[in-house]
Nanobody
Framework: VQLQASGGGLVQPGGSLRLSCGVSGSTLPSYGIAWFRQAPGKEREWVSCIRSGDSKVNYADSVKGRFTISRDNAKSTVYLQMDALKPEDTAVYLC???????????????????WGQGTLVTVSS
């Protein structure tokens, strides 16, 4: 399976962006997808995830109430709607995928088997 993140860019504080994670080479419904981000000089940080089947979602406390993850299986795409952006949201955003049982630490990078290249989000005035 191949993942491709897109939709990043430069936005002012308080603005919005919608990121997309396109999935190809397999069927999206069988995969749980997560968004992570990595700022310069920092470790990769889990942001949100949506699992296969019931599409249950989870969010990091730092983005809860501002970001929304969703999936469109017909388009093989998972979205991350980011509102009320802050400068500290600046990072490269990446998506990861897993098609094994959704048990374990879904907030850790090792939980996911496939990764795509990231898309840069810069929040600055």
């Amino acid at each position: 399976v191949q993942l491709q993140a897109s939709g990043g860019g430069l936005v002012q504080p308080g603005g919005s962006l919608r990121l997309s994670c396109g999935v190809s080479g397999s069927t999206l419904p069988s995969y749980g997808i997560a968004w992570f981000r990595q700022a310069p000089g920092k470790e990769r940080e889990w942001v949100s995830c949506i699992r296969s089947g019931d599409s249950k979602v989870n969010y990091a406390d730092s983005v809860k109430g501002r970001f929304t993850i969703s999936r469109d299986n017909a388009k093989s795409t998972v979205y991350l709607q980011m509102d009320a952006l802050k400068p500290e949201d600046t990072a490269v955003y990446l998506c990861g995928a897993r098609n094994r049982a959704w048990t374990g630490s879904w907030y850790e990078t090792g939980f996911y088997d496939y990764w795509g290249q990231g898309t840069l989000v810069t929040v600055s005035s």
